[in-house]
């Protein structure tokens, strides 16, 4: 149990950094856009789809849809709008603006909702223990690393199968060679922007019980999200896939024997990581 | 000379009038957390301080009273000093009250010090705080007071013989830890392990503390964490983790189990054992009535919790200094008047202030959460009376 418990508890929190995460990997791969604002994505529909359930008694289920599909319509918006102006600006200049981007965002949701953290009323499927026979665990970290390995599964299948997922990853590796050979890659950035960020509103909502949810949020795990990419390798989704779980484990591992300051270690162990091997563990090698 | 006197008998008797007309009125400096993290803490402090102006009428006698408030809004200390800094040179209060956080008491506590102005403190828990001026008396509590009562009740009442300690790690937690710890193993019990969770900032994920603790299998698991959210995280991850089926008792001081956070905790919170000086189902007269009336003011849902009770009897120390007074509100003959003060019908039984130590003296209740017709509710298990401070009644590290 000692080890199980580790590896499961580690694996939870690993997995909902990959959903809020994955997003992120793919539009610094594919657009080369550094977008901090990515948690403030996460963080909006968090509190959609703990709203709705609060408010609107949705069940949790179409909660989470809910907050993909209005989270994925903002980011749509705001691509159009704000984002497609900076895609030749500097990348300090698209720092500024998406960490601009995420003090508004902390601002409006203190100022509507309120700085409290926002509790999420799990239904009663998800609470309690799950018996599988040869393990008991925590129903819900069990519900996330299943949605975790479905998510990974889906995606890797629609890159790799799909026509879609096959200009995507021309346009992540060379986008003026893609864009030459007729793939019309404006609207794949609108695409997988507005896909990254709905999914990102869906780890949010997922994680609201283990990583919390306050208007804090984007600010305070930007680390682990950029960590969590860089680790992974930009734009590279099984990459994500299992830094996330790397880091999840290692944090909670960390935590676990050193409470006192053993999230420390993360950030020695990513430097080290990215000192030796810059792309990440499956990055492709600047050319 | 016949001039110097005249203009010093002129002066002496303006000074005499305008001594003559503040002298009606007493001043009261209130600074709490209004907005922030700690916004629900300060507005439940305020009410308590509002039922007792309004339950007990004639308790000022006849000094007129005005309340000036000041927002602290936030633990971190700086806004909390500059506000009690505030109140003291532009506001001109005749004494300061309120503060919830210890850091905010602790980085206060200068301030009034070098004003000599008597600072009443509401909440904020940390054993040494007394100490810091002559000019502070509390009428909260200090960590020690449930910490150190709920050590000696595991031992000889809840029949524990190894404990898990998991404490946020800002100074009430490491108070709260040691008070377990002095207490316990003085009776007899091991703490095999003592597990810092985090800080007060931010609630973190509990499951990799608990999850150590888990694995040291415990008889019982003494967990202090701030009041409020970090309160639910913990009953969550408690039940998350299958603790009580694993033959492991979470027992705590009454932060844990915060009445106006209690109900939203559900089931995984049947079963907890706390300590604790007050609690809204308190069975006598004062309480009952409280009760009622906040019901009737703020709806069915709200209830007074601990920080209201601290709000309502630090009014009535203050009312009491107040007309002891004759509303003349000098600041050591307040403190005079506060140390030894005794007030037998507070909502929480029994009260005094320590004359030597200018804390609280009071009792502590220990009870265990049942469910009851769907609400969780306190069933007493036993009331430990008289509890002073241990922490500097046995003058335990910082508090000689």
Redesign the interface.
């Known amino acids: 149990?000692?080890l199980t418990?580790?590896l499961l508890?580690?694996a939870?929190?690993g997995m909902v950094l990959f959903v809020v995460s994955v997003g992120l990997s793919v539009t610094m791969g594919l657009m080369g856009f550094v977008n901090l604002a990515h948690g403030a994505f996460a963080m909006l529909g968090g509190y959609a789809i703990v709203l709705s359930m609060k408010h609107w008694g949705l069940p949790f289920p179409a909660a989470l849809a809910l907050g993909f599909a209005a989270v994925a319509a903002l980011a749509v918006v705001l691509e159009r709008t704000l984002y497609a102006r900076l895609y030749r600006a500097s990348e300090l200049d698209q720092v500024l603006f998406t960490i601009g981007l995420v003090f508004v965002t902390i601002a409006l949701v203190t100022l509507t909702v309120?700085?409290?953290?926002q509790?999420v009323l799990l239904p009663e499927w998800l609470?309690?223990?799950t018996d599988l026979g040869f393990l008991?665990y925590?129903s819900?970290?069990l519900a996330i690393i299943a949605f975790g390995v479905a998510l990974m599964l889906a995606l890797w299948l629609g890159f790799e199968r799909t026509q879609l997922g096959a200009r995507i990853r021309a346009a992540v590796d060379n986008r003026r060679m893609a864009a030459s050979l007729g793939v019309d890659v404006g609207r794949l950035f609108t695409a997988t922007f507005a896909v990254g960020s709905g999914l990102a509103a869906m780890g949010a909502g997922l994680g609201a019980?283990?990583?919390?949810l306050?208007p804090?949020y984007p600010l305070?795990y930007l680390a682990y999200f950029l960590i969590v990419v860089a680790v992974g390798g930009l734009g590279r989704v099984h990459g994500v896939f299992f830094a996330a779980i790397l880091i999840g484990v290692l944090?909670?591992?960390l935590?676990?024997?050193f409470?006192?300051g053993g999230t420390m270690f993360i950030y020695a162990l990513t430097l080290a990581l990215l000192l030796a091997r810059p792309q990440g563990l499956f990055g492709r090698k600047a050319a | 000379m016949k001039s110097r006197l005249v203009s010093l008998f002129a002066a002496a008797s303006l000074a005499a009038i305008a001594g003559g007309a503040q002298s009606q009125t007493v001043r009261i400096g209130v600074k709490l957390t209004y907005?922030?993290?700690g916004?629900?803490f300060g507005q439940q402090v305020d009410r308590g301080m509002q039922m007792f102006v309004k339950l007990n009428p004639g308790a000022f006698g006849s000094c007129k009273v005005e309340i000036v408030k000041r927002d602290g809004k936030n633990p971190g200390g700086a806004d909390s000093k500059t506000a009690v800094a505030e109140l003291i040179t532009q506001e001109k209060v005749d004494l300061v009250a309120g503060i919830i956080y210890s850091g905010n008491a602790i980085a206060s506590a200068p301030v009034v010090d070098a004003a000599k102005k008597p600072l009443v403190i509401m909440n904020a828990g940390t054993a040494w705080i007394t100490n810091l001026s002559p000019y502070i008396a509390r009428v909260s509590f200090s960590m020690w007071h449930a910490g150190h009562a709920m050590g000696d009740a595991a031992a000889k009442t809840l029949k524990a013989k190894t404990a898990v300690v998991g404490y946020s790690?800002f100074p009430p937690g490491k108070d709260s830890l040691e008070a377990f710890k002095h207490a316990f193993e003085a009776a007899g019990g091991k703490v095999i392990d003592e597990?810092?969770?985090g800080g007060p900032g931010?609630?973190p994920?509990f499951?990799?503390?608990f999850?150590?603790a888990?694995?040291k299998k415990p008889d019982v698991f003494f967990v202090f964490v701030p009041a409020g959210?970090h309160a639910?995280?913990v009953v969550?991850t408690y039940?998350?983790?299958?603790m009580r089926?694993a033959g492991i008792r979470l027992i705590g001081p009454g932060d844990i189990t915060q009445d106006i956070k209690l109900q939203?905790m559900g089931k995984d919170a049947i079963g907890l054992v706390t300590m604790h000086h007050y609690h809204a189902d308190l069975d006598n007269p004062a309480n009952k009535r409280l009760v009622a009336a906040w019901k009737q003011e703020w709806g069915a849902a709200a209830t007074p919790d601990f920080m209201a009770i601290q709000g309502y009897d630090g009014m009535a120390a203050i009312a009491h200094a107040a007309r002891s007074l004759n509303c003349k509100m000098d600041p050591e003959k307040v403190m005079a008047a506060l140390k030894g003060w005794t007030f037998k019908d507070s909502p929480r039984g029994p009260i005094s202030i320590d004359p030597s130590t200018r804390d609280i003296v009071m009792n502590e209740y220990l009870s265990e959460l049942v469910m009851q017709d769907g609400r969780l509710v306190q069933r007493p298990i036993a009331t430990i009376r008289g509890v002073k401070d241990m922490c500097k009644e046995l003058k335990v590290g910082r508090c000689k």
Do not use: C, N
């Open positions: 149990m000692d418990g580790i508890g580690g939870a929190a309120g700085p409290e953290t509790t609470r309690g223990q008991r925590r819900y970290s019980e283990i990583l919390g306050d804090q305070r944090d909670f591992v935590k676990f024997h409470p006192k | 907005t922030g993290v916004a629900e790690d597990i810092p969770m931010q609630v994920d499951t990799p503390f999850q150590r888990k694995d959210d639910v995280g969550k039940g998350a983790l299958g089926q939203a």
